[in-house]
């Protein structure tokens, strides 16, 4: 009587092993079996149409400023991948530190996307309020990257420092450090770079290549009456309002 | 073929119990360390439930917290200016000096209890404790490094190579992530909830208040406990408590962090708790022993703009309610907890 019970469970223990292979080999299928496409985002530091080189080369800014650009750094997150059909594809946990001094971090190789045809990207310039007061993570948001204030809590979301004989600084020293979280000084901004309307190809793997145009900073400033920004509050509101349209896209280029 | 498809199957349940087993194996290879929530406290602010503190991190906060390597020239180490028998803070001295003998703004905190705390720092410019370290290894007058440095020196240390690899799990270098963690993971065990106070409280067989601390008791909940709140003995809150502004350090606290005038000589309402030892008090530690800090707030204190609405009008003190006060205020020291062998100087670690 009680081994007929047993083989009764143990039948049923059976099937239920029967069940959960089955469904494991679903899930094996689906991830490995749809085809995927893959997209590297190559994101370059440019002083208008120019490549940006550090330190050395003297740029002009539409101010009528010269400049020297020593650092430029800034955080790209939250990245959402638009469709043509108006399906998104957002990259979990992406948050990436591009350096201007670092050309490996200024690429970006995304893998197994959804198929489709990509409409445009949408990222924010800058860490998230979740991030900022969370305490220490890994990776770019290390915060032995330097991009953190010890004083204030929170992320640097752009940093920007360089030279003009503008400036009335010690050493004629310019710094931009934009950063704040909370409310009402959040300076963490949203930027979508569309490719153009007539790009419908469907491709399997794909470059797209952005410029981030430091000039855009200066376009509005003049570096004799403002040299800084150190502290999250209206000033750098205001200049992460003009950053924001920093990005425009060089080239596409794709294979079927 | 049903045979072999339940077989199918029944490797695969097998594989991923196998991988839950070593998964949970793997988490558990480090002892976890539990925060104690003593009874009557709130819950702590730090969650261990996501963050878990292991034994292994916390002996490597530990070696961290004592180490001068931390510093830019090696001299200056946590401890320079948090020693454990002070709770933990700079003792007699009202501003701590860092790297070359430079001179801060303020007095060094206590660190005490800190899961309990929200935020760090006299102007709570600091949101959270992991955090929280990178403020004096970068401070110029302070450790004046960079935590890049930091690991960087780390990471050519083959003790802390190994150390951090059992702390951590094996990975090939020391991260700035894991130096916080590890420095976090000693800094929220210093508990103390062990004083007369507390035993008192706890209805602990021999201990009673005499009448002089009984009758403080009741002076300190009329007077103190809306700012000092127990059983944490602060309420988390900033406060101008009237203190008349120092024009040479010229420090407008707290709104040095969020910008608005109303935040104007605000400060952090510290913690009572190991009180007698940790002077000098106050944010610039300008008062050397606590009859000064009574004398202040029943005699001296500043009318600025933006005073506590607790000392308006100030709390009324005759020189008896002072004494009881003192007696009470003295039951909050643990010396359990500022003796803890556990919380000392690792001699183990720098032979």
């Known amino acids: 009587m009680a081994q007929n019970r047993i083989r009764k469970i143990l039948k049923h223990v059976r099937n239920v092993y029967f069940l959960v292979g089955i469904c494991l080999g679903l899930v094996v299928f689906a991830t490995t079996s749809g085809k995927k496409q893959n997209l590297h985002v190559f994101i370059q530091p440019t002083f208008g149409k120019q490549a940006l080189t550090l330190e050395t080369q003297a740029y002009r800014s539409t101010q009528g400023d010269t400049v020297f650009i020593d650092v430029f750094r800034f955080y790209i997150s939250n990245l959402q991948i638009l469709y043509r059909d108006g399906k998104t594809f957002s990259i979990p946990n992406s948050y990436y530190l591009i350096d201007a001094s670092d050309t490996a971090s200024c690429h970006l190789q995304l893998s197994s996307l959804p198929l489709g045809a990509i409409a445009g990207l949408s990222f924010h310039i800058g860490v998230d309020s979740a991030k900022s007061v969370s305490g220490a993570h890994a990776g770019d948001l290390d915060l032995s990257k330097g991009m953190y204030w010890s004083w204030n809590s929170g992320y640097i979301n752009a940093k920007l420092e360089g030279r003009s004989p503008s400036c009335l600084s010690h050493k004629q020293q310019f710094e931009f450090h934009v950063g704040g979280y909370a409310h009402p000084n959040n300076s963490l901004r949203k930027a979508i770079v569309m490719l153009p309307v007539n790009t419908s190809a469907e491709a399997t793997s794909r470059t797209l290549q952005l410029q981030a145009d430091v000039s855009v900073w200066f376009a509005k400033r003049s570096l004799r009456e403002q040299a800084g920004i150190m502290i999250p509050g209206k000033a750098a509101m205001a200049l992460a309002d003009e950053y924001k349209h920093m990005f425009r896209l060089q080239n596409d280029l794709y294979e079927k | ?351």
């Open chain 2, 1 to 351: 073929m049903k045979n072999s498809l339940k077989n199918i199957g029944l490797a695969a349940l097998l594989l991923s119990a196998f991988l839950t087993l070593s998964w949970i194996s793997a988490r558990e290879k480090n002892k976890i360390k539990h925060l104690i929530q003593p009874a009557g406290w709130p819950a702590p602010v730090y969650d261990v439930e996501k963050n878990p503190i292991t034994e292994e991190g916390f002996t490597l906060g530990r070696m961290l917290f004592y180490d001068p390597l931390l510093s830019a020239d090696s001299t200056i180490s946590c401890a320079s200016c948090h020693l454990q028998q002070t709770n933990f803070t700079h003792v007699d001295h009202a501003l701590s000096h860092g790297i070359d003998g430079k001179k801060g703004t303020r007095n060094s905190s206590v660190l005490v209890n800190l899961a309990w705390s929200k935020s760090f720092m006299w102007d709570g410019g600091i949101n959270h404790i992991e955090v929280q370290p990178l403020a004096p290894i970068e401070n110029p007058v302070e450790m004046n490094s960079r935590l890049s440095i930091v690991v960087a020196k780390l990471n050519a240390s083959d003790r802390y190579r190994q150390k951090f690899r059992k702390a951590f799990g094996k990975k090939n270098t020391i991260t700035g992530q894991q130096v916080l963690k590890a420095l976090s993971a000693y800094l929220l065990s210093l508990q103390s909830f062990n004083a007369k106070y507390d035993r008192v409280m706890r209805s602990e067989p021999g201990y009673h208040f005499t009448p002089a601390e009984a009758r403080g008791m009741d002076v300190f909940l009329k007077h103190c406990n809306a700012c000092h709140t127990a059983p944490l003995f602060t309420n988390q809150g900033f406060e101008n408590n009237g203190l008349a502004p120092d024009p040479y350090l010229n420090d407008g606290g707290r709104i040095k962090v969020t910008h608005q005038p109303s935040d104007s000589l605000l400060f952090k309402v510290p913690t009572l708790r190991n009180i007698e030892v940790s002077y000098p008090y106050m944010h610039d530690g300008r008062y050397k022993n606590l009859q000064m800090v009574l004398f202040h707030y029943s005699s001296n204190i500043s009318n600025t703009l933006h005073l506590s609405p607790a000392l308006q009008p100030a709390p009324d003190l005759t020189e008896g309610n002072k004494n009881d006060l003192l007696a009470f205020l003295k039951t909050l020291t643990d010396t359990s907890f500022l003796n803890q062998k556990e919380f000392g100087y690792p001699f183990e670690d720098f032979q």
